[in-house]
């Protein structure tokens, strides 16, 4: 499992580099780079890449493991310990194969298959793929130190300064943002990194947050045999159709999970460190519980890399262009992919941006124009328009593009369409009773796709059918042609086509 996140494998091992001094001791010089990236996160590691790829020399500085927090307390590990809980729900219901399911999860199994995905929190492999395409690879915080510069300060406190002829990347990711509540501290919550590294399954678990993270930690830690609460000041995945979040609480409340809407928490008290922590809530109420998750949103990794000596400002998300350029540096040479620059906290989605900026750091230093085809227009729209992303809760919720209420804002004439997913057969062969829903938003006046969400058991490996149409830009006439194979849920494509075609044949004659 020490596969990188990287679209190209290691076949490439193209000229090796001088591996960087072991000495302990004072500052080094740590050579010139064509190009350096901060951060060995999957963004960071696709940028190097593509820069490799470029034919350019490449330095990588990574100061905890090399993977991120991606492939070590975040996706990866979450999706390992959620699988046997879908996989169970999903058994649950279809009869026949309900009766084998009887027991509990085995916790030790469950936590075994998360250690082995995420391989012990040991970055050897991906190390090596580092050194595999010809990269080197510096272990310590990295900084800018002015312009095209960057000082490495490994844990023995030695330093070493590298020189960028041509790129800075900064990939440098996010951290938990905690909220500023009393006593948040001592009370030492959980974050992102305890909710997927714990082996030990609270007895009651309060997470508080009804975005993406706080949804799929409740399904898994539920799923697992906690006692959960659900703290959320709005609806939960707010961003979102409404409907997703709807049908993700029923889910979470049948599972047995307390889902509680429109309460937050103003104070924290453990007064004894291996006792429970109790929560005042602003409804009046208090909980005790085993342990408390903040999934709160996310702070960018950006307050001690040394944005001051460039002329930013330290802890700050960067504001890029559509080749990750940072805005307001002069001379083209600082980038910033991922997670650091706000655009859209995924996985995914940073590395499409690595593959944008590693080719347009590769055009700029041999001195060719950019393919504006290729990258400009469709970068914009991938990025800020067609973003998919899926959570692994009971029904799954996966949405790309636009909501409705998102599409009229944004100016479009918009037309949505809606079905329940049990109108394919294939839903209902897929669980009995199944529940789920779908919803088209349709730019009239254009005949495309803006966006849809689906929420419903399998609908994470359908959606990337919807980004394709969102992204691609589709007419809606050219898509009743994609026929999908009967009896599979991804006929509601064809239902939903029809419907939209009635409701505008109706529409015309009114
Ligand atoms: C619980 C959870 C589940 C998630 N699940 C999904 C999912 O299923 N799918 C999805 O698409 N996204 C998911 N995400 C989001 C995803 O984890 C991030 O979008 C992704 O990790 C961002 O990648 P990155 O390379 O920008 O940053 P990171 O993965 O955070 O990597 C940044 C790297 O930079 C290093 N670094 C930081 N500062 C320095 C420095 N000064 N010097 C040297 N190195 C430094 C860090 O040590 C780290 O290794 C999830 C997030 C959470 C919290």
């Not at 490994?154 to 990347?169: E, I, K, M, P, S």
């Amino acid at each position: 499992m020490s596969e990188p996140n990287t679209e190209r494998n290691a076949e490439r091992n193209a000229e090796a580099h001088t591996a960087p001094s072991e000495a302990p001791g004072a500052t080094e010089d740590g050579g010139t780079y064509d190009v350096i990236v901060l951060g060995a996160g999957p963004v960071g590691q696709n940028v190097a890449d593509r820069a490799r790829a470029a034919g350019l020399s490449v330095a990588v500085v990574e100061r905890e493991l090399v993977g991120g927090e991606c492939s070590y307390w975040a996706c990866v590990p979450s999706k390992a310990l959620l699988r046997p809980v879908l996989v169970v729900a999903d058994a649950r219901r279809v009869d026949g194969a309900r009766q084998a399911v009887t027991g509990r999860l085995d916790d030790a199994a469950v936590f075994a298959r998360r250690n082995r995905y995420v391989t012990d929190w040991d970055d050897s492999g991906q190390a090596l793929w580092v050194k595999s395409i010809g990269a080197d690879l510096f272990r310590g915080h990295g900084r800018l130190d002015g312009p095209r510069r960057v000082t490495v300060t490994r844990d023995d406190g030695a330093r070493q300064t590298l020189v960028a002829r041509h790129a800075v990347a900064l990939a440098t990711g996010s951290r938990p943002a905690l909220p500023a509540v009393p006593g948040i501290e001592e009370a030492r919550p959980w974050t992102n990194r305890h909710a997927t590294d714990s082996s030990t399954v609270p007895g009651r678990l309060v997470v508080v947050g009804g975005g993406g993270v706080g949804v799929e930690m409740a399904t898994l830690w539920q799923g697992l045999g906690s006692r959960v609460t659900l703290l959320a000041r709005r609806r939960l995945l707010p961003r979102m159709e409404a409907f997703a979040g709807e049908l993700v609480t029923q889910g979470l409340t049948e599972a047995g999970a307390d889902v509680r809407i429109g309460v937050q928490v103003t104070a924290v008290r453990r007064p004894d460190p291996d006792g429970p922590v109790t929560l005042t809530l602003d409804d009046g109420g208090e909980l005790e519980a085993d342990e408390v998750l903040f999934a709160t949103g996310r702070t960018p990794g950006t307050d001690d890399i040394g944005l001051e000596t460039v002329g930013l400002t330290p802890g700050s998300w960067l504001d890029v262009d559509t080749t990750c350029l940072v805005d307001g540096v002069e001379g083209a040479w600082l980038y910033g992919l991922g997670d650091v620059n706000h655009r859209a906290l995924l996985t995914h989605q940073g590395k499409y941006q690595a593959r944008t900026a590693g080719d347009a750091i590769g055009a700029r230093a041999a001195g060719r124009p950019l393919d504006d085809g290729d990258w400009g227009d469709h970068a914009t729209t991938a990025d800020r328009h067609a973003v998919p992303q899926v959570f692994f809760t009971d029904p799954e919720a996966g949405a790309v593009g636009l909501t409705a209420e998102q599409a009229a804002a944004a100016g479009h004439r918009v037309e949505t369409v809606d079905l329940d997913l049990n109108a394919a057969q294939g839903a209902n062969l897929y669980a009995d009773g199944y529940t789920g829903h779908a919803r088209l938003v349709v730019d009239v006046d254009r005949d495309v796709l803006l966006g849809v969400t689906m929420v419903g058991s399998g609908v994470s490996e359908l959606l990337h059918a919807a980004t394709v149409a969102v992204a691609g830009e589709v007419p809606l006439k050219r898509l009743r042609h994609a026929v999908a194979p009967f009896p599979t849920i991804s006929e509601i494509w064809v239902f939903l086509v029809a419907a939209y075609r009635r409701q505008r044949e109706q529409t015309d004659a009114g």
